[in-house]
């Protein structure tokens, strides 16, 4: 006689007909063990959330401190003084001066005009230059061309250089009777003018003797033929 095997002697048993379910769950009536596996399971995500959202939070800090390293080299860079005026007989400033030769173009000439600090500490620059032309009465030729505040912080350390371009135009083609006279720089900030080492006629009644244009004061030393 064939033995049956009676499911009596073991009443938690029943045939699993969830063939679908997830790795680790198991059919057996009471639970205990699928019960264990769904609680690990549970602490298993709550760590990965965890790890995933300390991940996250890294670059976070670090941009916070980036940003705040930045923040701090822009207020000192702000604590630094402008640079006043220099000139060979007086030195301790920024000191301004023409590389040549001005590169030529239709109707003007452009010059990479640098500007030196001549002193013994670091000083700022900020903006555009002004401008005038200086008639050989001592009076200017026109008005002065205003200087603006407006432009990049540049900080010049003793003995380095910065640059602006300034454009000369061809005064004829501006008026009927130009008058000759020397160029004139202002640094901004600055109500003394220094030595434009260039000379240009220019026209009464305009600014900047209708023939001066410059651009803004940039960090490093210019290169002419390059950056006009």
């Not at 609680?39 to 800090?61: D, E, F, N, Y």
């Not at 009644?205 to 490093?220: K, S, W």
Request: proline residues 7%; contains cysteine.
């Amino acid at each position: 006689m064939t033995a049956k095997r009676s499911s009596a002697k073991n009443p938690g048993w029943r045939p699993s007909n969830n063939r679908g379910a997830p790795a680790g769950v198991l059919t057996v009536v009471g639970g205990r063990r699928e019960e264990t596996d769904v609680k690990l399971r549970g602490r298993q995500l709550t760590a990965a959330l965890a790890v995933a959202a300390t991940t996250i939070g890294v670059p976070a800090v670090a941009l916070a401190s980036t940003s705040q390293r930045a923040a701090a080299s822009q207020d000192r860079a702000a604590t630094v003084p402008a640079c006043g005026n220099a000139h060979p007989a007086l030195p301790g400033g920024a000191f301004v001066w023409a590389t040549m030769p001005g590169d030529g173009f239709a109707g003007g000439v452009g010059f990479v005009m640098e500007i030196t600090n001549e002193g013994r500490h670091a000083c700022s620059l900020r903006g555009v230059p002004g401008a005038a032309v200086q008639g050989s009465n001592g009076h200017l030729i026109g008005s002065k061309l205003p200087a603006s505040g407006t432009g990049p912080l540049v900080v010049l350390k003793p003995g380095a250089t910065a640059h602006f371009l300034l454009t000369i135009h061809i005064a004829d083609a501006v008026c009927q009777h130009p008058v000759s006279g020397q160029v004139l720089i202002y640094l901004p900030g600055q109500r003394q003018a220094q030595n434009g080492w260039q000379s240009t006629p220019a026209c009464p009644g305009l600014r900047g003797g209708g023939v001066l244009e410059a651009g803004t004061i940039q960090t490093g030393t210019g290169v002419p033929d390059y950056g006009v």
